[in-house]
């Protein structure tokens, strides 16, 4: 089954405690990338893949950092997460050999920082 | 600053009403459009691509007026299924998404 799986599914944390949120597609897609969704201002782009090793900033990427050193895999790091990344995010993928057709989201991860 | 703009609703239908919904963009540089549907703290899932000839599936038709940046979606015969929020969305090139706020459907007995 084709999909994007994200884990974990719900975090509470504390702040300034490090923190990796996995994402991985199984549909060979190039492109990758993570949203945060907040009610009042919608789904914001943080960081996006076009391929291994070429990651770049979107919306609001700060306070996070991403890597791309497989194709299937994109993890969001939180070095020192703060109250004001407690949020709904997604990762999502899509292919660009067809064009920017569809994004397959996650399922989300609900994090809170305390 | 790129931003689509949608307005939030909610929109009350009854079943079997027509609904329709608009969204405009301010990057005119944007070459894709789409329309998502999200239920309740769910994942946003690919409703329906937007092009400037329409396009139209079953009960739903997507339109593209690029001259006033605005497309739409016509939501025909509303099923009590339909109710989620709606996103509209804007591309420029491969990798730059703007997702306006949504618009939330409420389609009652």
């Known amino acids: 089954e084709a999909q994007v799986t994200q884990n974990p599914r719900y975090l509470i944390t504390v702040t300034g405690k490090k923190l990796t949120v996995t994402c991985s597609q199984n549909?060979?897609?190039?492109?990758m990338s993570w949203y945060r969704q907040d009610p009042g201002l919608g789904l914001r782009q943080i960081y996006y893949s076009m391929n291994v090793e070429v990651t770049d900033k979107g919306d609001v990427p700060e306070g996070y950092k991403v890597s791309r050193k497989e194709k299937r895999n994109f993890p969001l790091i939180l070095e020192s997460p703060s109250p004001n990344q407690t949020s709904l995010y997604f990762c999502?993928?899509?292919?660009?050999?067809?064009?920017?057709?569809?994004?397959?989201f996650g399922p989300g991860t609900r994090l809170t920082v305390t | 600053r790129k931003e689509v703009e949608q307005d939030p609703g909610p929109f009350n239908v009854p079943e079997g009403a027509t609904v329709a919904f608009n969204c405009t963009y301010s990057?005119?540089?944007?070459?894709?459009f789409f329309w998502y549907r999200q239920d309740c703290r769910k994942e946003p899932k690919l409703l329906m691509s937007v092009y400037s000839s329409g396009n139209e599936d079953g009960r739903f038709t997507a339109q593209l007026n690029r001259a006033s940046q605005y497309i739409s979606l016509l939501i025909r015969d509303s099923k009590l299924s339909d109710s989620a929020t709606y996103l509209c969305v804007a591309v420029e090139g491969y990798s730059t998404l703007t997702f306006g706020k949504g618009t939330m459907l409420l389609v009652s007995p």
């Open positions: 549909m060979n897609h190039e492109y």
């Open positions: 990057n005119s540089a944007s070459q894709s």
């Open positions: 999502a993928s899509s292919s660009l050999l067809t064009g920017q057709d569809e994004q397959y």
